[in-house]
């Protein structure tokens, strides 16, 4: 049985988890969580000047286990690695499981709001702009306007209620998780 610890983020304590019979079990956690009865999965990651998040969220019945890293936690081929164990276990013991990539449903409506709104106060702006309603200021609400749908429109677009999630299985997960620990960050501004 091999050991992966990590601390999910730098304020956080570290973390130990293991599998062991296929069971994904965390030291001084809750009771071991049997890869076999898992329901639902979802794991994304998202970079941000120069720092990676990443989390796997595990669901069996009314139970979600979630697996969280911040490249500033440090133990990063830990992370990777216990995830990359998860997903040959999913692939031995539950091969039909289909794992979700991306943000999760109330994320994704918060996004798709957010960027809907933002984009029709963008219009709204480039409207008062062209039109001259403000009697000063019109090139300003205009390029204001503008830069609001240039970067808020994909957002809603990217976001929009009718996309179906992206989903793979064990070996779509594992697949990502190695192009991953390959590329090199970017030292954080």
Not at 83 to 106: C, F, K
Not at 129 to 139: A, F, Q, R, Y
Request: proline share 4%.
């Amino acid at each position: 049985m091999q050991e992966y610890s990590f601390k999910p983020a730098p304020v956080r304590k570290s973390q130990t988890w293991a599998i062991k019979d296929d069971h994904l079990i965390r030291r001084g956690g809750a009771n071991a969580l049997s890869l076999a009865e898992i329901t639902s999965a979802s794991w994304n990651t998202v970079a941000y000047r120069g720092t990676r998040s990443a989390w796997l969220h595990l669901t069996s019945g009314t139970e979600t286990t979630k697996i969280e890293f911040t490249d500033s936690g440090g133990a990063r081929d830990e992370f990777f690695g216990l995830i990359v164990a998860v997903a040959q276990g999913l692939a031995r013991v539950n091969p039909q499981l289909e794992i979700r990539h991306g943000y999760s449903a109330p994320w994704r409506t918060a996004l798709f709001v957010l960027g809907t709104v933002g984009t029709l106060l963008g219009l709204g702006l480039v409207y008062v702009g062209l039109t001259n309603m403000t009697g000063k200021g019109g090139v300003e609400a205009t390029i204001a306007g503008a830069a609001l749908v240039i970067l808020l429109l994909p957002v809603a677009w990217s976001c929009r209620p009718n996309l179906k999630a992206q989903t793979f299985g064990a070996d779509g997960l594992i697949t990502e998780v190695e192009l991953l620990r390959g590329a090199s960050m970017p030292d954080p501004d």
